[in-house]
T-cell receptor, first 114, second 109 residues
Framework: DAGITQSPRYKITETGRQVTLMCHQTWSHSYMFWYRQDLGHGLRLIYY???????DKGEVPDGYVVSRSKTENFPLTLESATRSQTSVYFCASRDGTGEAYEQYFGPGTRLTVT | GQNIDQPTEMTATEGAIVQINCTYQ??????LFWYQQHAGEAPTFLSYNVLDGLEEKGRFSSFLSRSKGYSYLLLKELQMKDSASYLCAVSDSNYQLIWGAGTKLIIKP
């Protein structure tokens, strides 16, 4: 399917467990992003990637790890989940370098840490 | 610091017009985006302004004043399906998006 997909869509895990959220896009967009969205806050950037093997921290990177070995995939790993990481996670991608292109969002992963 | 402000919630009547405001203070400016987000869904792109003035797209229009750090989204002929959150985001000097918390728009019959 064309577009940007995320898996799983829903996940419940326990405190201290490692969790990986997957993101896949078929447009060959250079940029990919991970956001979390919580009530009362706007979308907050966790990590982003400008190209394969290039990643950088966003506003709230602590407790998260990313990798980007292939252009189309951008997994997000919570190394040791905490209750404060309960949130909705959105992956996004965009084309272009140095231009303000629109971002396209995946459907989101709703993560609950118990 | 960087800051985007928009009202938390607004209510309007079906068929009416509503204006959602957004003010911003950011390090650099490379344009302002408006996104729509229905409950439980992903944000979807509505509009982009980088120059001052009004951009019209069907029932939706977006206005920008860079000197005032101000934008608004104007929705005309409101329909029930317009009930959603509207997110304002500014592209900063690094072309990263800084997001407002969103305005929840409730449409009443």
């Amino acid at each position: 399917d064309a577009g940007i997909t995320q898996s799983p869509r829903y996940k419940i895990t326990e405190t201290g467990r490692q969790v990986t959220l997957m993101c896949h896009q078929t447009w060959s967009h250079s940029y990919m992003f991970w956001y979390r969205q919580d009530l009362g806050h706007g979308l907050r950037l966790i990590y982003y990637s400008a190209a394969a093997d290039i990643t950088d921290k966003g506003e709230v990177p602590d407790g998260y790890v990313v990798s980007r070995s292939k252009t189309e995939n951008f997994p997000l790993t919570l190394e040791s989940a905490t209750r404060s990481q309960t949130s909705v996670y959105f992956c996004a991608s965009r084309d272009g370098t140095g231009e303000a292109y629109e971002q396209y969002f995946g459907p989101g992963t709703r993560l609950t840490v118990t | 610091g960087q800051n985007i402000d928009q009202p938390t919630e607004m209510t309007a009547t079906e068929g009416a017009i509503v204006q959602i405001n957004c003010t911003y203070q950011t390090s650099g400016f490379n344009g302002l985006f408006w996104y729509q987000q229905h409950a439980g869904e992903a944000p979807t792109f509505l509009s982009y302004n980088v120059l001052d003035g009004l951009e019209e797209k069907g029932r939706f229009s977006s206005f920008l004043s860079r000197s005032k750090g101000y934008s608004y989204l104007l929705l005309k002929e409101l329909q029930m399906k317009d009930s959603a959150s509207y997110l304002c985001a500014v592209s900063d000097s690094n072309y990263q998006l800084i997001w407002g918390a969103g305005t929840k728009l409730i449409i009443k019959p």
